[in-house]
């Protein structure tokens, strides 16, 4: 027992040193390219900067010389990339094929889906295209 102690504790330790003990790269480089934009995922428009790495979209901070935001960004704002990263995003337009709130959805394609919204926009052309409006908000 004891030599196989004194085996175990001369043989050359193979794992990498304690956390604490390893450098920390504070500033690792994430990107190779900065595009400046505006935020679209509320009316306000904040500035944005994009960081990309090899053409791919990394992360979204504010643009600190935007006059809008100023270099602040929300919370809603930092998920803009997840309109492009979520495995939960929409890929196609959805039909609803539940009674409402039931949450029961069918993917459709973007013709079938035109060809909805055109039928159900034609009564309002037809008689009255004043009562249509859209808004976009920031809630
Ligand atoms: S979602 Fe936030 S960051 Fe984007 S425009 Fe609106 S307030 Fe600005």
Redesign the pocket.
């Known amino acids: 027992m004891t030599d196989a102690v004194a085996t175990m504790t001369d043989a050359p330790d193979s794992r990498p040193p304690p956390a604490a003990d390893r450098p920390v790269d504070l500033s690792p480089r994430v990107a190779d390219e900065v595009k400046t934009t505006t935020?679209y995922?509320?009316a306000?428009?904040?500035g944005?900067r994009v960081h990309l790495q090899d053409g791919q979209v990394r992360y979204i901070d504010g643009n600190r010389r935007h006059p809008v935001?100023r270099g602040v960004?929300?919370g809603?704002?930092a998920a803009?990339i997840m309109h492009l990263r979520s495995p939960a995003r929409l890929r196609k337009p959805l039909r609803r094929v539940g009674e409402r709130g039931s949450g029961d959805f069918v993917a459709i394609e973007w013709d079938a889906a035109l060809d909805l919204a055109t039928a159900w926009l034609a009564r309002a052309r037809a008689t009255n295209p004043h009562r249509l409006a859209f808004f976009t908000g920031?809630d």
Do not use: V
Request: charged share 20%; aromatic share 0%; net charge positive.
């Open positions: 935020c995922m509320c306000c428009r904040c944005i935001n960004l929300c809603k704002g803009g920031r």
